[in-house]
């Protein structure tokens, strides 16, 4: 978001629960589930540029309980768990909303580029950035990405993540003043 607001673009961040300041510039929403993330995705719709990045969880619980559920005679309870629906694939799907340019995230820890390629296809967006997360990427400053489309695949060299950004910000506007 601030790669993207540094470059001019006019954006709404839906951010999950964070420590973080808004960036400069940037709309925020707040949410906290899956569900209230997709539903303000969708409401920032119309855009130029939709970008997912965020780590959704697959599953949600079915049933979430008033209050505290407390120790009994039944033991442990147990919780049934429902599919969260895929929010990058919903707005990458054909639609008068659909965003210009889609773009996912994917991170793996095998076979990076063939199932990065798969998940491109499969959620139907223009490009993923995608990195392999067996190695120092999480809590750690760099990483070293692939740019993945239907045009090919460019490997960046590891970088600090705030450069990964300004990277793909550069590379989206570039799309836009050259539309491959
Ligand atoms: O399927 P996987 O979680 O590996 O896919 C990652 C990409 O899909 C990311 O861009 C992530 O933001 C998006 N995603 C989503 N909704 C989900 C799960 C993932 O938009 N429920």
Do not use: Y
Not at 12 to 38: F, Y
Not at 95 to 117: C, K, M, Q, Y
Not at 126 to 139: M, R
Not at 146 to 166: F, H
């Amino acid at each position: 978001a601030t790669a993207l607001a540094e470059l001019g673009a006019e954006v709404t961040l839906v951010s999950g629960p964070t420590g973080l300041n808004a960036p400069a510039g940037v709309i925020r929403i707040d949410v906290e589930s899956a569900l209230e993330m997709q539903a303000a995705t969708r409401a920032a719709l119309p855009a130029d540029i939709a970008v997912l990045s965020a780590a959704v969880a697959d599953w949600r619980v079915d049933t979430v309980a008033g209050g505290k559920i407390k120790k009994g005679p039944g033991g442990p309870p147990t919780l049934a768990l429902i599919e969260n629906p895929d929010i990058l694939a919903g707005i990458a799907a054909p639609g008068p909303d659909r965003p210009a340019l889609v773009i996912g995230f994917a991170a793996e820890t095998s076979d990076l580029e063939a199932n990065a390629r798969a998940k491109l296809s499969r959620k139907g967006c223009d490009w993923i950035v995608a990195n392999d997360v067996s190695d120092e990427v999480f809590g750690a400053d760099g990483n070293a990405v692939l740019l993945i489309s239907a045009e090919g695949t460019e490997t960046w060299p590891r970088q600090s993540k705030i450069a990964v950004a300004r990277t793909l910000a550069a590379r989206i506007a570039d799309h836009f003043k050259d539309p491959a």
